[in-house]
């Protein structure tokens, strides 16, 4: 499986982005695809979001609704808009693929700074 990230960079507290993920390789009918982030500080990676191909989706604490997360299961794409965006938001931010495999993309750094 191979994904491929795009979106994010600098926004403004308060602004959006949004960001894609497309996945590509064998994509199995059953999988669960989202963003991870990690954080300045390089501490683990933390959930921030993910979708299953049954459209159950599940968040992290911190969201608290300022995010969408939304899949085209036709494109076997996977995009999480960001609202609302607070500097604590700030990192690089990580697409993750889950059927029997796993599968992390490279990453796309996310910058919220006035």
């Known amino acids: 499986v191979q994904l491929v990230e795009s979106g994010g960079v600098l926004a403004q507290p308060g602004g959006s982005l949004r960001l894609s993920c497309a996945a590509s390789g064998g994509i199995s009918l059953v999988n669960v695809m989202g963003w991870y982030r990690q954080g300045p500080d390089n501490v683990g990676r933390g959930l921030v979001g993910t979708i299953a191909t049954t459209e159950t989706n599940q968040y992290g604490d911190f969201v608290n609704g300022r995010f969408i997360i939304s899949r085209d299961a036709a494109k076997n794409t996977v995009n999480l808009q960001m609202n609302n965006l607070e500097p604590g938001d700030t990192g690089f931010y990580y697409c993750?693929?889950?059927?029997?495999?796993?599968?992390w993309g490279q990453g796309t750094q996310v910058n919220v700074s006035s």
């Open positions: 993750h693929f889950r059927d029997w495999r796993e599968c």
